[in-house]
C-alpha cells in the first residue's frame, strides 16, 4: 500500500504540477522543472540514506529483475566470476539471469527448507568474484538476512527491494543497493540504484545502453526517457519518511510491528506457524500456515471482509502473508492481531 496522504497529494496535484498548467503525467523529462526535479529526489534520497559522496544515485526504467541482468552486464567486466547466495526465490532468480553473462558460483544455499540464512562461516571461498550478492529480504518466503556480509575487498551487492528504507543502513558496506520501489520507494516499473563510483567503469561492451550505469550516472537518470510519473511518486514518498521522522523512526515502528505478528503466531499453540529461523524472520512480509488449507482460504476470505486485504500467501508457496511495509500503519498490525486472535478462538477446535 502507498501511505495515504501520499495517494491525496497525487490526486491534489494531478492535473497541474508546480503551478506550471501540465500534470506530471504530461511534463517532458528534459525541462528545466524536471531535470531540476530529479536532481532534488536525488538529494533527498541521499539525506534520508545518508549516502556518502563516493556514491552515485540512479533511477532506471524497469523492476528489479532488469537489474538481475544489469549487474553482471555492468559488473562482469574484467572478471567473469560472480558469487551469490542462495537464501530463496528472488535469489534464484538473480542467479539465473546472471548466468546467461558469466560464470555463478552459488557459496552457500538455505534450500531445500529456505528457512534461513546460512552462517558465513559455511560460506564457500569467493575471494576472486567480482563481486557477491546476496538478496537482503525474500519477499516471498519471509527470511530477512540477520547480518551485511564481510566481503573484504569483493564488492557487496544487495536486492533491497522489500526492504530498503525500512531501517537504518551503514551504506558504505556495500559495492551497489538496488531495489525495485513498488514495495517501500512507490510504485513499479522503475528501480533505485545506489554505486560506489569506482565499480561504474567495468561494464562489459555488450551492456545495452540504457542499463548501462555509467551512462545513467552521467546522464542523471535521463538517458532515455524515465518513468517520470514513477519518480515523481517516489519524492513524495521521501517526503512522507521525513514526516514521519526519517529511518530510525520507522525502523522503531516497523520492529513493533513485526514483533506484534510474530508474538501472536508463536502464541497461538500452533494453530498459526511460522517455521522461519527467529533471527532471519522478515522485518517486512511475516508468513504463517494455518492447519490446513480450507482454513487458510477462510482466514483470508474472512480478514477480508473486515477490510484486511491482500493476505494469501505468494502463488508459489500458498499460506499467508501479511506484507508490512513502511506504510502500513501499526493500527493495521493490531487489527491483523485482533482478527487472528478471535479466528483462532472460532476456529481451533474443527
Ligand atoms: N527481488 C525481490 C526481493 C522482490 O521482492 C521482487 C518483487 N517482488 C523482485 C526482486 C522483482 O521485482 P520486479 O517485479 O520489479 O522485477
Redesign the pocket.
Known sequence: MLPRPVLQKIQEELIDWQNLQQSVLEIGHRTTAFTDFVLSVEAKLRQILNIPTNYEVIFLP???????AAIPLNLLGKNSNAAYVDTGI??R??IMEAQRYGKVQVVASAEPEDNFVPAQTTWADFKNAAYLHY??????SGVEFPFIPDTGSVPLVV?????LLMNTLDVNRFGLIY?????NIGI??L?LVIIRNDLLSQAMPSVPSVLDYAKQVEAHSRYNTPPTFAIYVTNLILDWINEQGGLATLEKINRRKADKLYQCIDDSDGFYHNGIEPICRSLANVVFTLPDEKLEQLFAEEAAQQGLLNLRGHRVVGGIRASIYNAMPEEGVDKLVAFMHQFQLKNSDR
Open positions: 524497469g523492476g528489479a529483475n532488469l537489474q538481475f528472488w535469489s532468480r538473480a538478496t537482503a529480504n525474500e519477499t516471498i536486492d533491497m527491494t522489500s526492504n531495489a525495485a520501489t513498488q514495495k513499479g516499473g528501480s
